[in-house]
Structures are given as structure tokens and as C-alpha cells.
């Protein structure tokens, strides 16, 4: 995989383009994420005082050629304050390379001439990603050792060293976290449909296989899962449809640079306000070299003062048929089936994407892999409750309830 095959220059401007969102192969390394223009309603740069939040202030400068940053800390838990005052947004990414890799390894990666693969298997912690003019907030914990910091591409300068020592004193506690997100292939588990507006801290945690990050932006108006991924999918040049998704419809919010499994970061968000969300990864795939979102990473949400998921109603069916559910806009529809004992159920899945149903620990319930326009049936011989998710896609869900 060509890391720079993937890779344009972000333009900036309240809009986003298809090629933005997807070209961003350089989020192994902290590239800048979305476009400059924002609005001041959603995105609010006043900082949190790293003292007065019990953490250890890290505070890194963006200038012209690189990033203004200490040469040398003790390791522990970190407030990681980015001030952007460049005409483009931009993340910070902290990554803890092999021995035999350098800084100009990392440069020349990202030129693409380096075999990317050592990145994949580099530790990363990703730091906040800064509106253009303005300051964004996260927290890491940076481990003893050398740690190459970088803005990715998109700023001048190679990436600089910072070395991180034995701490001084233990290590603060975790913050506490209005959301808690696990990201994994390929979704974002635990994101809740509907989330509070006001300030917040979110958890981010990858119990994936490979890295991952996450592109916060606001959506003019309510969309689907699979709204988000035809405007990706359509060239740089082509115009959606009337009353499809499109450009000057997303703007950037937040987010938080790549993220090696096993890893966990904090994002402050000092406002969010309602409206609706998408959640995006964008790290190419190490096998395929497709972005993440692509492959169904994308998550869509409603910042609302309600913030609460309605339930979903159950549907009857009698017994001694063939019951259907789709797999539709990364869902399973009905949600909740209820059947007799005996009957069979039939998945169809109806996305580009694949997916899986996937049953409880113990459950027979396991289709494997339903590639697009595929379907998966199985036989319910016996009483209850039958949860079960798609695994690729943990905020998928459904229940069968077998009477």
C-alpha cells in the first residue's frame, strides 16, 4: 500500500470534499484532518488549566516549521494543549518508533518512500486534532522513551524528538469521561445514538488489531450511515444528487490522531452543541489500503438536550414462516424480531459493506462474513433471548425473541 497514492493537500474553506475526508493516508502520522472554516457555535477553543485538572501540562506550538515543544519530560498522564494559529487545522500525533527508525524514516514514509508498514506496528498515541486559528485539548499517557512528534504532512519540518523519562511522581488518576468509545474493526463501539451537548471528556480506547482515529464533523442536516459513505464514495468532481449529502453540508468539529491497539486517549471538548454527527476513521486498511470508513466506520449521532435512545419496538410474527431482516444504512431491520420455536430467520444483507451476525458468547448464532447482497439463515429450535451484533460493526444490534 502507497501511503501518498492516497494523500492531497487539504483545501480549506467551511466546506468538505469527498477527496478531503478520504485522501487521508497520512493519518498514521497526525495529517491535518478537515478544512479551516468552522463555526464559533460548535467549536468553543477556550482551554481547561492542566493544573486545576490534576494533570501535567504539555503545551505544543504550532509554527511555521514544526511543532514548539520541551525537549525532555518525566513519563505520566499529560493535558496535551495544541495552539493552531495556522491557516489550517492540524493534529499531533505521538509516536514511539522501532530503534532502527528515525525522524527522516518518518518523512520519508510519509513521501512514500519507505514501505509504511513500520507504522502499523509503531506505538501511537493521537493527540488532538486544532481547528485552524485556534487550540484543541486531549490527554495521553506518554511511557519512558523516545517519542517522535508529529503533524503529519501537511506541516513543514520533520518530526521532532521528545524524550520522555522515569517520572517524578505517580501517575494522576483517569479522568472522568462523559462518553466512553472502543474502537475496533470496523466501528466505534459504545457511541451512543444520542449524547448531551455542553462540555465533556471522551475515552477513546482501541481494542482493534490495527490503528485507528477519529474525524469528529457536524452535518447540516439528519443522515444515514450510508448518506455519509455515497458522498465518499462519489469522485472529487462529481455533484450529489438533489437532497443528497454534500460538501458545504459537513464542517469539521474535533478529533484525535491515530491510535495503536490497545492504546487509550482522552478528547476535551469544552462545547458541543446539538445537531447531528458523524464519527469517521480514516486510516487506510493494512491489508486492503481502504480507508476505514469505507469499510463501514462511520457512525452517525445527535448531540440533543433529550439525550436518550427511543426504543425500539418489537414486531410479531406467526409462527411457521421464513422471517426476513435486513441489513440496511448499518442496521438490522426489524431490530427485534419475536418468532415461534421452529421458525427460520433470514439476514439480507443490502449494504456495500460487510457485515456479520454475530450471537453472545456460547450462542450458535454465527453467520461469519455476509458479503454485500448475501443472506444468512438460521433455525431457532429452542426458547429465549437471542442478542447478537455485527462484529465489524459493534453499534449494530438486534434481538431475537424465540416464544
Not at 488549566?49 to 494533570?55: I, T
Request: with cysteine; net charge negative; hydrophobic share 40%.
Amino acid at each position: 500500500m502507497d501511503f501518498v497514492s492516497n494523500t492531497f493537500q487539504l483545501r480549506t474553506g467551511h466546506g468538505i470534499s469527498r477527496r478531503q475526508l478520504l485522501q487521508r493516508a497520512m493519518v498514521l502520522t497526525g495529517a491535518a484532518m478537515l478544512p479551516a472554516g468552522h463555526r464559533a457555535d460548535i467549536w468553543n477553543p477556550t482551554t481547561v488549566q492542566a493544573a486545576s485538572a490534576g494533570y501535567a501540562d504539555l503545551h505544543i506550538q504550532v509554527a511555521d516549521d514544526g511543532f514548539t515543544l520541551p525537549q525532555s519530560i518525566p513519563a505520566g498522564r499529560y493535558m496535551v494543549t495544541l495552539d493552531n494559529p495556522r491557516a489550517e487545522g492540524i493534529t499531533v500525533t505521538f509516536i514511539q518508533p522501532p530503534p532502527d527508525k528515525t525522524a527522516a524514516d518518518l518523512q520519508q514514509t510519509l513521501r512514500g518512500e519507505q514501505d509504511p508498514a513500520w507504522l502499523y506496528d509503531a506505538v501511537s498515541l493521537g493527540g488532538p486534532y486544532a481547528l485552524a486559528e485556534s487550540s484543541a485539548q486531549g490527554i495521553v499517557d506518554l511511557a519512558p522513551g523516545a517519542w517522535l512528534v508529529s503533524g503529519g504532512q501537511s506541516l513543514p519540518g520533520p518530526a521532532q524528538w521528545l524524550t520522555v523519562t522515569e517520572p517524578e511522581t505517580p501517575a494522576a488518576a483517569a479522568p472522568q469521561t462523559n462518553v466512553t468509545l472502543t474502537m475496533q474493526e470496523y466501528g466505534f463501539a459504545d457511541l451512543a445514538s444520542d449524547i448531551a451537548p455542553g462540555p465533556q471528556i471522551w475515552k477513546f480506547t482501541n481494542r482493534g488489531q490495527q490503528p485507528h482515529l477519529m474525524d469528529l464533523v457536524r452535518i447540516a442536516h439528519p443522515v444515514t450511515v450510508s448518506d455519509v459513505i455515497d458522498f465518499l464514495a462519489l469522485p472529487d468532481d462529481a455533484a450529489p444528487s438533489p437532497g443528497r449529502l454534500s460538501g458545504v453540508d459537513v464542517e469539521g468539529v474535533a478529533g484525535i490522531g491515530t491510535t495503536s491497539p490497545g492504546q487509550t486517549v482522552w478528547l476535551v471538548l469544552p462545547d458541543l452543541s446539538p445537531g447531528t454527527y458523524a464519527a469517521m476513521c480514516f486510516v487506510p486498511d493494512r491489508e486492503l489500503g481502504t480507508p476505514h470508513a469505507m469499510m463501514g466506520m462511520v457512525q452517525v449521532f445527535t448531540v440533543t438536550d433529550a439525550a436518550a435512545t427511543a426504543p425500539v419496538a418489537g414486531i410479531v410474527i406467526d409462527a411457521g414462516q421464513t422471517l426476513s431482516v435486513d441489513i440496511h444504512d448499518f442496521a438490522f431491520t426489524p431490530a427485534v424480531i419475536e418468532v415461534a420455536v421452529g421458525d427460520t430467520v433470514t439476514w439480507t444483507n443490502r449494504d456495500a459493506a460487510p457485515h456479520t451476525v454475530t450471537g453472545e458468547t456460547g450462542s450458535d448464532l454465527a453467520s461469519g462474513t455476509v458479503a454485500a447482497s448475501a443472506t444468512f439463515s438460521h433455525t431457532f429450535t429452542s426458547g429465549g433471548s437471542f442478542a447478537y451484533k455485527c462484529d465489524f460493526h459493534p453499534s449494530m444490534t438486534g434481538s431475537v425473541v424465540v416464544q
